[in-house]
């Protein structure tokens, strides 16, 4: 099957609204005029979303005495760099399904790679003194969003793919989908977000994840987030197929202007948050 960026299109229009909500929300709060009653009408635009920032708004993550009962109060009291944070777990619990069928694993444990990803390159963007953690954050959170993509478009009535058959038989994930979709996952996310108006940085990102150093226009946040992935598998999360794409590589942390030896306090730092924040969302 070849997929072209009209099948992209089409798939994506049929998947969850939030994404694009909260594509919305990070160029909102780049502008420091923004006022609470804007990000406010963003996120009711998805009332299952508004829900859930309030939910978590309330949970063990921020100890409140006592709960919010309304979206302004939740945005008024935790701020706004919380509330994007909200904004994209609650957006990516709605992206990933109960199963991603196509790879044989749970929606879940998607998510969890996903926050974990997400986690780390927040931590190393920090650790570079860099202005905009928030990019940092979405690109880790919405990297795999093109396996969503994948999984629906086999799902489509007259296809018959058979599943990824797992690393013993397709050690390299992306060969696999490129062999079955004409692109990898990545490749399919990028286009996705582009659709969904995300910044090109963010985009490109995720699209040279598993190979940071070959493609010319790829991003210093692609060396990132492939040292990210070696985090998150250093804390037994990552997903089939991908263990491979994670060397640590001296030419990966220097692309990334990443010192070696943060990563591995971020692996310790990331392992301690993830626990947390899952402990929260389980809660709230």
Not at 216 to 230: I, Q
Request: charged share 25%; with cysteine; net charge negative.
């Amino acid at each position: 099957m070849k997929v072209g960026k009209p099948d992209i299109i089409r798939v994506g229009q049929q998947l969850p609204a939030s994404p694009r909500i909260f594509s919305r929300l990070a160029a909102v709060l780049k502008d420091l005029n923004t006022g609470v009653d804007q990000v406010v009408g963003l996120v009711k635009m998805d009332p299952g979303m508004s829900a859930q920032v309030i939910r978590l708004s309330n949970s063990v993550l921020f100890g409140f005495a006592e709960p919010s009962t309304s979206l302004e109060e939740s945005i008024n009291r935790v701020g706004f760099r919380e509330v994007y944070r909200l904004v994209g777990l609650a957006a990516t619990n709605q992206l990933f399904p109960k199963e991603l069928t196509l790879y044989g694993v749970r929606g879940d444990l998607v998510w969890e790679n996903s926050l974990a990803s997400a986690l780390a390159m927040e931590r190393l963007a920090r650790s570079q003194g860099a202005e905009d953690e928030q990019a940092a954050y979405t690109i880790g959170l919405l990297r795999s969003a093109g396996k969503v993509l994948f999984t629906r478009l086999a799902a489509q009535p007259g296809l018959k793919i058979s599943p990824y058959p797992g690393a013993e038989m397709e050690p390299h994930l992306g060969d696999w989908e490129r062999g079955v979709f004409g692109m990898d996952s990545p490749e399919a996310a990028c286009e996705l977000m582009e659709h969904w108006k995300f910044d090109p940085t963010i985009r490109l990102a995720i699209r040279s994840q598993y190979d940071p150093l070959v493609a010319a226009d790829a991003p210093r946040e692609a060396a990132m987030l492939n040292c990210a992935g070696w985090v998150v598998h250093q804390l037994g999360k990552s997903l089939p197929g991908e263990a491979a794409y994670w060397r640590r590589d001296p030419a990966k942390c220097e692309r990334a202007a990443i010192l070696p030896d943060v990563l591995d306090a971020v692996v310790e730092e990331v392992g301690a948050e993830l626990s947390v924040l899952k402990s929260a969302v389980s809660l709230a």
